[in-house]
């Protein structure tokens, strides 16, 4: 996700660069001044924004609130696929039970979803 608005930035950076090196036209005057060049620059920004970026906040934002909400029998599944109960937090890690007297330790970042709280709420993440 990173690199493809990495892509575009500097692709809409080279856009602008050229429209500004192509100056005014041979009659003299540039037709609508030099803000008529930068209009769809920020068009293109606002929905770089709106479509890209402004989303990817706010799943991270809340892929963080649910890190920092991971409490002891939480049932998780991690990125890699592997299901378990919390049995205990750490700062940057969680221990989990995955099967009878087998327990492993990942990171916290690496927790991808609360499959069910202790509460017994079912929070599934899809995508």
């Given at each position: 996700?990173?690199?493809?608005?990495?892509?575009?930035?500097?692709?809409?950076?080279?856009?602008?660069?050229?429209?500004?090196?192509?100056?005014?036209s041979?009659?003299?005057?540039?037709?609508?001044?030099?803000?008529?060049?930068?209009?769809?620059?920020?068009?293109?920004?606002?929905?770089l924004?709106l479509?890209?970026?402004?989303?990817a906040?706010?799943?991270?934002?809340?892929?963080?609130?649910?890190?920092?909400?991971?409490?002891?029998?939480?049932?998780?599944?991690?990125?890699?696929?592997?299901?378990g109960?919390?049995?205990?937090?750490?700062?940057?890690?969680?221990?989990l039970?995955v099967?009878?007297?087998?327990?492993?330790?990942?990171?916290?970042?690496?927790?991808?979803?609360?499959?069910a709280?202790?509460?017994?709420?079912?929070?599934?993440?899809?995508g």
């Open positions: 996700m990173q690199h493809s608005v990495k892509r575009i930035g500097a692709i809409l950076l080279l856009t602008a660069t050229n429209a500004l090196a192509m100056g005014p041979p009659g003299g005057q540039a037709e609508g001044g030099g803000f008529a060049l930068f209009v769809p620059l920020l068009l293109m920004v606002a929905v924004y479509f890209m970026i402004r989303p906040q706010k799943k991270q934002k809340e892929k963080d609130r649910m890190l920092k909400a991971l409490k002891k029998g939480d049932r998780i599944v991690t990125t890699g696929g592997i299901y109960e919390i049995q205990q937090v750490k700062d940057n890690t969680v221990i039970r099967a009878d007297n087998v327990k492993i330790e990942v990171q916290r970042s690496s927790v991808g979803a609360i499959v709280s202790k509460g017994g709420d079912s929070e599934s993440e899809e």
